[in-house]
């Protein structure tokens, strides 16, 4: 089999048009705002992204750049502004942080009714307990593209790899709650190569440059790859050897133009939905 190619590109830019629409009934502007500490290149990349896919949207966004030396209690000064800020809807810090800085406090600092990132304890529970409010945008992006593809859930042996805060865990929690049998595959796991077989749906999330293998693939399985790994010799490739797994997967998603696209387009409906809310 040769799988469909999942164009991630197309249907984020379909959402984004979406969440374009919807801004430009509202009576209001939504506002989204980045903070980004430090300057980590890749972050720098997609902090810019966002910043102009939100204004594409008519979101107005606003990116704040502080220094990598920034003391956590300034940080969190910053946040405490925005929380209270009436036209700021969205509050976004961009991880990693610099490790001087508690990342799990900076998260529980933000209003949980501005985490456009679904990372607040407060949003975590939600989605854990089956009442998900903000949802973290990785994981929203890739059932859309599911549900794009038309696989049936219900039922289905979803298999996640990796088990992050930002992406395996909630991606867990969202397959569970659409009814499929979900397991999730971590480093310890005993015969990865054999559990990715059993899955109907798998989702790699590892952060570690093609380590799925094309005879990890279950025939006809849909695959989706989370990763985005810069190799030494500049290449952009996903936790999947694509081209061994396209081989047998029955669909899969590209890196780049996969997930990624859909990431940020996620985080714009989050900023509207969130604003719409707190605007009711
Ligand atoms: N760093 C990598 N992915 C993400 C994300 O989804 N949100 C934030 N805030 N930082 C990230």
Redesign the pocket.
């Given at each position: 089999m040769t799988a469909r190619i999942i164009d991630g590109k197309a249907i984020a830019a379909e959402l984004r048009a979406a969440v374009a629409a919807r801004v430009a009934s509202l009576p209001f502007t939504p506002g989204l705002a980045v903070v980004v500490v430090g300057d980590d290149p890749a972050?720098a990349v997609?902090v810019r992204s966002k910043d102009r896919a939100a204004r594409e949207a008519g979101i107005a966004a606003h990116t704040i750049r502080l220094p990598g030396d920034t003391p956590e209690v300034l940080l969190l000064a910053e946040i405490a502004r925005l929380n209270a800020d009436p036209d700021v809807d969205g509050i976004?810090?961009?991880?990693?942080l610099p490790p001087h800085i508690d990342t799990d406090g900076v998260i529980e600092a933000i209003d949980p009714a501005k985490d456009v990132?679904g990372?607040h304890p407060l949003n975590v529970g939600a989605l854990a307990s089956g009442h998900p409010a903000l949802v973290?945008?990785?994981p929203a992006g890739v059932m859309k593209l599911l549900h794009h593809v038309g696989v049936q859930l219900a039922g289905a042996r979803a298999l996640v790899l990796g088990r992050s805060s930002?992406v395996g865990r909630p991606m867990a929690r969202l397959l569970l709650a659409a009814d499929a049998t979900v397991t999730v595959a971590h480093r310890s796991t005993r015969d990865l190569p054999a559990e990715c077989r059993r899955a109907e749906i798998l989702i790699a999330a590892t952060g570690r440059p093609e380590m799925v293998r094309g005879d990890w693939i279950g025939e006809g399985a849909t695959v989706i790859d989370v990763g985005i790994n810069r190799l030494p010799d500049g290449r952009l490739v996903g936790d999947v050897n694509f081209a061994e797994c396209a081989e047998r997967a029955g669909a899969i998603t590209p890196v780049p133009g996969g997930v990624g696209p859909m990431?940020i387009a996620c985080l714009l409906e989050n900023t509207v939905d969130a604003a719409v809310r707190r605007r009711a």
């Open positions: 972050s997609y976004l810090v961009q991880l990693p990132d990372f973290p945008c990785t930002i990431t």
